[in-house]
Every structure is written in C-alpha cells, then in structure tokens.
C-alpha cells in the first residue's frame, strides 16, 4: 500500500517569511506520480503541481518551488516571502502508474495548515 | 467552462434514508473518483473508476456504492447513510490514472444525524 505523511500539521508565519511543507512518501511502485494540491478557506482543491518519478529536477514557479529527492522519497514545498494570500491548507498527492500495485489510486496526506500572518 | 459539478453542495439527513450525491464533469475525462475530507485525515480514496462499467474500491468504500453508466457521470450513494458518515466529500475526474492532474468539484458537505 502507499503512503503520504505531512509530518507539519500547522505551520504559522508572517508575512515575506519563507516557509517549507515537507511530504514524505512509501510506494512500492517503480514508477508513480507526485502532487502538491492547495486548498483555500473557499474550500476548493486547486491543482499546483505534478512530477512523475523518473524527473528529479527541481521546479520552481514564481514564488514557489519543488523540491523532488527520490533518494529520501521526499517531495517538499518552498513558498518564498509569503504573502496572506498563501494560506490555505496544501496536501501532497501520491498515484501509482499502470502496472503497479497502487495504479488508480491516489493517496493525499493530512494536510499543512498554512497561515500567514500580516 | 471545464468543470466537475458535484449536487447538492450541502445536505442534511437522517440516519438510514438512502441518499446519492451526484457528479458530472464535461472534459470527457476517463478517470473519476470519490473522496472524504474530515479533520486531521486529508482526503481518502472512497471509490474510483477507470472508465465505464469499470469501477474498484479505493481506501474507505464500506457504506458507499457507486455507478459508473456514462463516462462523465459518476454518483455516489449511500445506502444507509450513519452518522460517523458525516464528513466532506469530492468528486474528481481526470484525463486517465497516472500522470494527469484531478479536476475537484465544489465539495458537498454531508451531515446524518
């Protein structure tokens, strides 16, 4: 079976600080796909992110940045000088591809409740 | 507008009154799947289906059916809804399992008393 774990339940900042999510993962797929989702207090799910196993490259988008380590099945989340708009709750997504033991499956973490101070 | 609508956005029911909530996306996604949000537990895998006529349980299915008779609908029942069935829940769709980002709907809000 496969796991997420965000081991910060809550993480408070103020504002312009910079703030790291970690997510950490188990699958015994070779090959799977990770996601960084962001849910305002709107209640929505708003898709941020998606890196597949076999691209180790870090990414960085405007002011957030991604941080894939296959070699400690970590997967975390750099949001630099946040801002009040930043907070929401962010969880980390894990699917198994086709041929795996976990394909169709998307497995989310708990969540980080971000809040960002003024 | 690509969308995943999920109805009713809030609903309030009684223990053991069988309820479905519904789930339509307009992409012609192949991948659909149903969510729980409750506290301290992010959102677990209640049901997916991979396309039509095809359906698998994922983490949490014990009290929930689904159905899957067209590729955009796909709804969620609950036979004999209990309280500890109280929670928030998400439709997703997606272009197919792997690689491809879920679509969520709005979310509806179930209490059973």
């Known amino acids: 079976a496969q796991k997420v774990t965000q081991a910060q339940t809550e993480i408070s900042v103020v504002e312009k600080e910079d703030v790291t999510l970690d997510c950490v993962y188990e699958t015994r797929d070779t090959t799977y796909y990770l996601f960084w989702y962001k849910q305002p207090p709107s209640g929505e799910l708003v898709f941020l992110i998606r890196?597949?196993?076999?691209?180790?490259q870090n990414e960085i988008s405007g002011r957030y940045s991604w941080n894939f380590q296959k070699s400690t099945s970590s997967f975390n989340f750099t949001i630099t000088a946040s801002q009040v708009v930043d907070s929401a709750v962010y969880f980390c997504?894990?699917?198994?591809?086709?041929?795996?033991?976990?394909?169709?499956?998307?497995?989310f973490g708990q969540g980080t409740i971000l809040t960002v101070h003024p | 507008e690509a969308q995943v609508t999920q109805n009713p956005r809030y609903l309030i029911t009684v223990t053991g009154k069988k309820l479905t909530v519904t789930c339509s996306q307009n992409m012609n996604h192949e991948y659909m799947s149903w969510y729980r949000q409750d506290p301290g537990l992010g959102l677990r895998q209640i049901y997916y289906?991979?396309?039509?006529?095809?359906?698998d349980k994922g983490d949490v299915p014990e009290g929930y059916k689904v159905s899957r008779k067209e590729k955009r609908n796909f709804p969620l029942i609950l036979e004999s809804p209990s309280p500890n069935q109280t929670s928030l829940y998400f439709c997703?769709?997606?272009?197919?399992?792997?690689?491809?980002?879920?679509?969520f709907g709005q979310g509806t809000r179930l209490t059973v008393v």
């Open positions: 890196r597949n196993s076999f691209d180790e």
């Open positions: 997504a894990l699917r198994g591809n086709a041929g795996g033991t976990s394909y169709g499956k998307l497995t």
């Open positions: 997703a769709s997606s272009l197919y399992s792997g690689g491809t980002e879920a679509f």
């Open positions: 289906s991979m396309n039509v006529e095809v359906t």
